[in-house]
């Protein structure tokens, strides 16, 4: 087995374990990492998205999803790394109502979850993040996965209401700038 593939049966066998609930008599009666459920709804925006928002599932699941793409992505990450931004991703995702799995995939386009990168334009971290935004998004260590992440999810959250949901525009936003996009 490769290493990938243990880690993914540890966090797995660790979720169940973790979610196990111990008063429980019988295993019928056990919290099983599939069936907890976190519902996030935020009308101001999910009327507007051509897909059904009514609720995103966030569970252990989509944890280890997380986990098993980040290592596929980038194979040079330590796992302590890939941990850390898996945990970052579901919890501020969670936090602000923006898909972990959106901001999994723009940390991937942005920085391949290298949290030391730093772009030609000077944009740092998992979310290439601009200086210029550091004050407005809290941030005085661009490298550190939590503020950095934080702050990926509270601008996604902020671009998918300025555009009234329309994910198209909220990323090509976050890429380009606001005043960059121009609609008919």
């Known amino acids: 087995m490769t290493w990938p593939t243990i880690l993914i049966i540890f966090v797995s066998i660790f979720t169940i374990f973790n979610n196990i609930n111990p008063s429980a008599t019988n295993m019928s009666q056990a919290s099983c990492p599939d069936q907890e459920v976190i ?32 290592m596929d992505y980038n194979k040079n990450l330590e796992l302590t790394d890939v941990l850390s931004i898996a945990e970052a991703t579901v919890k501020f995702g969670t936090e602000y109502k923006v898909d972990p799995l959106l901001l999994t995939a723009q940390m991937a386009a942005e920085s391949g ?51 009234n949901g329309n994910l198209n525009y909220a990323l090509a936003s976050y890429v380009e700038g606001c005043t960059s996009i121009k609609t008919k």
């Open 39 to 70: 519902q996030m709804r935020d009308m101001s925006y999910d009327q507007y998205l051509p897909y059904d928002t009514s609720y995103q599932i966030v569970s252990a699941d989509v944890y280890q999803k997380i986990v098993a793409y980040i």
């Open 113 to 163: 979850f290298d949290r030391y990168a730093v772009s030609s334009s000077g944009a740092r971290g998992l979310g290439q993040m601009m200086p210029s935004n550091f004050p407005a998004y809290n941030i005085s260590e661009p490298h550190d996965v939590e503020q950095g992440v934080r702050a990926q999810a509270k601008m996604m959250k902020e671009l998918l209401k300025m555009w």
